[in-house]
């Protein structure tokens, strides 16, 4: 899930994006050589659409997986960040440690085989982006609250619950484990509209790579 500065954060989302982008400096300064900024699948590749599997095991691939998804979400100011957006199955996404109501310092949440078990206390409308619709932005309603059961990356069960910003990154990056997009939920009008930006946006990558 994609972050940017607007007047409906808080300033704790309004700081994150300025936070990550402090700590992704601080880690390529401490580890030049051992950060692995991996490319971002965009909207309309069918590869966001595959079925994901779950992890049988938290092995040295996996780690390292999350590691590298964990630099790739700090280097793009990102919520939160899901294993299929970087073209792998495995079910597992992240969380920034401050949007999940962390300090400055609280590494990413990782959530492994993830399940919703609950949302609820109504519905909110919020602005959404992603990492796979670049500097795309739209409204989206969501339940107010969800809490998750996952694996973490000593492979014992943990659960995490909340609202606002925290649960709706929670059923953003879920969403993006079962093929569902932000795109999927808004109507027909900004259907087309995030069609034709996500269509700019490719031709324009073309023509930056011919030129």
């Known amino acids: 899930m994609a972050l940017r500065g607007s007047p409906w954060q808080t300033p704790v989302e309004s700081a994150t994006l300025a936070d990550n982008s402090l700590r992704w400096m601080a880690r390529r300064a401490e580890f030049p050589h051992a950060m692995a900024i991996l490319d971002i699948v965009t909207y309309p590749d069918p590869r966001l659409r595959e079925a994901t599997f779950d992890v049988k095991e938290v092995d040295d691939n996996i ?8 630099d790739t979400m700090y280097s793009l100011n ?39 078990v609950e949302t609820g206390k109504g519905t909110v409308v919020g602005e959404e982006g992603c990492l796979s619709f ?23 069960m943990f659960e995490a619950e909340g609202d606002e910003l925290f649960g709706r990154a929670l059923q953003h990056e879920h969403d993006h484990l079962t093929g569902k997009l932000m795109i999927d939920l808004v109507g027909m009008v900004k259907k087309e509209v995030i069609k034709r930006k996500m269509k700019r946006y490719h031709n324009e990558q073309k023509r930056e790579a011919a030129s």
């Open 63 to 70: 780690r390292e997986l999350v590691r590298d998804l964990r």
């Open 78 to 116: 990102a919520a939160g960040i899901a294993a299929i957006q970087v073209g792998r199955l495995e079910r597992i996404f992240l969380i920034d440690g401050k949007v999940a109501g962390g300090d400055d310092d609280s590494p990413p949440l990782v959530f492994i085989n993830p399940e919703v």
């Open 134 to 156: 670049p500097n795309v932005f739209v409204d989206v309603k969501r339940p107010r609250y969800a809490k998750v059961r996952a694996m973490n990356l000593e492979g014992q």
